[in-house]
C-alpha cells in the first residue's frame, strides 16, 4: 500500500459501481485505486466473477489507515459474448483486522468462497462499450462492508484468552432471599398483649369475619 496525502484531499461520497472497457482484440487493463481513509486496517480480497476472462495482479491486500492500493485489472473483451457485455463482475472484500481476529483472518485468505454479503465492500460491474474508459477507477473503504466484527474472545474456554479467567458465575436471583411466613386468610390483625401495652389491656386477636362487626377496642379494662 502507499501514502499520498494529495489523493485523499478530495474524496468521493460513493463509489462507483462499474467499470467500462472498450472493446479490443488484445486484453485491456484499467487501474483500481482503494483508499483507506479510516483509521482500521483493511484485509482486502479482489475477487472476479471469471478468472478465464478478468484477472488482477492482486488478490489479497493489507491496507493501512490513510494509504491507498493500485490494482491492475486486465480484461479479455473478446472472451466475452455480445449480450453478455455487463455479466461480469469484479467483487472488493474487506475485513478489519486486528490481533482478535489474526486466525480468522488467516482461514478467509486461505479459502476461497468463504465471503459473505456483510464483508463485499463493492461490486465493479465490468461494462464493455464505446463509451469513455477511464484509467483509474477510485473506490474508497469501507464501502459497503461492514468495518467492526465482534470478537469471541469472551466466549472461549481457552488458556490464551485470558478475558474470563477470573469470572465467578453469578448466584441466582434468590439466593440469599427468605421465604415468609404464610398469610393466615383469618388471621389478619394481631393485637399487642396486655404485657406490652402497659395500662391498656385486654387486647385480643379477632379475625376477618369478626372484624366486621365488633368495634376496634374489643374490651378495655
Not at 478530495?10 to 481513509?37: G, V
Not at 473483451?77 to 472484500?93: G, K, M, R, V
Not at 474472545?153 to 478475558?163: G, H, I, K
Request: charged share 20%; hydrophobic share 35%; proline share 7%.
Amino acid at each position: 500500500s502507499r501514502s499520498n496525502s494529495s489523493l485523499f484531499s478530495k474524496m468521493t461520497t460513493t463509489n462507483p459501481d462499474k467499470i467500462i472497457f472498450n472493446h479490443s482484440e488484445t486484453p485491456t487493463t484499467r487501474r483500481i485505486l482503494i483508499r483507506n481513509p479510516t483509521n482500521n486496517v483493511f484485509i482486502l480480497k479482489v475477487v472476479p466473477t471469471s478468472s478465464s476472462v478478468i484477472s488482477t495482479d492482486a488478490s489479497n491486500i493489507m491496507l493501512k489507515p490513510r494509504n491507498f492500493v493500485p490494482v491492475n485489472i486486465t480484461v479479455k473483451t473478446t472472451a466475452i459474448p455480445l449480450f453478455e457485455y455487463e455479466s461480469h463482475a469484479l467483487n472488493i472484500y474487506a475485513r478489519p483486522y486486528s490481533t482478535a481476529n489474526h486466525k480468522c483472518i488467516q482461514e478467509w485468505i486461505a479459502n476461497s468462497g468463504t465471503e459473505n454479503l456483510k464483508q463485499r465492500m463493492q461490486s465493479l460491474t465490468i461494462k464493455v462499450s464505446k463509451e469513455y474508459s477511464a484509467r483509474d477507477t477510485v473506490v474508497d473503504l469501507p464501502g459497503s462492508a461492514q468495518d467492526v466484527e465482534p470478537t469471541i474472545w469472551a466466549q472461549n474456554s481457552r488458556p490464551d484468552c485470558p478475558l474470563d479467567m477470573d469470572t465467578n458465575t453469578a448466584m441466582l436471583f434468590d439466593a440469599d432471599c427468605l421465604t415468609a411466613q404464610a398469610i393466615d386468610p383469618a388471621d389478619t390483625r394481631f393485637t399487642p398483649t396486655g404485657s406490652s401495652c402497659g395500662a391498656i389491656a385486654g387486647w385480643a386477636m379477632a379475625t376477618a369475619a369478626e372484624w366486621l362487626h365488633l368495634p376496634v377496642a374489643m374490651g378495655v379494662n
